[in-house]
Nanobody, 124 residues
Framework: QVQLVESGGGLVQTGGSLRLSCVASGRAFESYAMGWFRQAPGKEREFVAAIGRLGRSRNYGDSVKGRFTISRDNAKNTVYLEMNSLKPEDTAVYSC?????????????????WGQGTQVTVSS
């Protein structure tokens, strides 16, 4: 079992930045590729970014490329999502997730463990 707890969400103006964190406990953190997903009201869950076990490989959704950066610190059992140039359409609940498959995996059904989510609201 892996428990995931996100933090860092909040209210920010258009063009602003936020940094989300996700701390893992339980089984070996470095055994999992980690991802961030988001879900806005009335919309399906959307892949945001994923990172490989060692932090060397990354994958981003098209809507966040060039603005968001995913990273991880295996010594701290933590994965981060640095979000810059935020837009109102980035408003959503952001959740981190762990998968035993690949960082290339963008399908939420392939992720085994999920955090409770943190709200990000971007005002126009």
């Amino acid at each position: 079992q892996v428990q995931l707890v996100e933090s860092g969400g909040g209210l920010v103006q258009t063009g602003g930045s936020l940094r989300l964190s996700c701390v893992a406990s339980g089984r070996a953190f470095e055994s999992y590729a980690m991802g961030w997903f988001r879900q806005a009201p009335g919309k399906e869950r959307e892949f945001v970014a994923a990172i490989g076990r060692l932090g060397r490989s990354r994958n981003y959704g098209d809507s966040v490329k060039g603005r968001f950066t995913i990273s991880r610190d295996n010594a701290k059992n933590t994965v981060y999502l640095e979000m810059n140039s935020l837009k109102p359409e980035d408003t959503a609940v952001y959740s981190c997730a762990a998968t035993g498959t690949s960082y290339r995996n963008t399908n939420p059904r392939e992720y085994d463990y999920w955090g409770q989510g943190t709200q990000v609201t971007v005002s126009s």
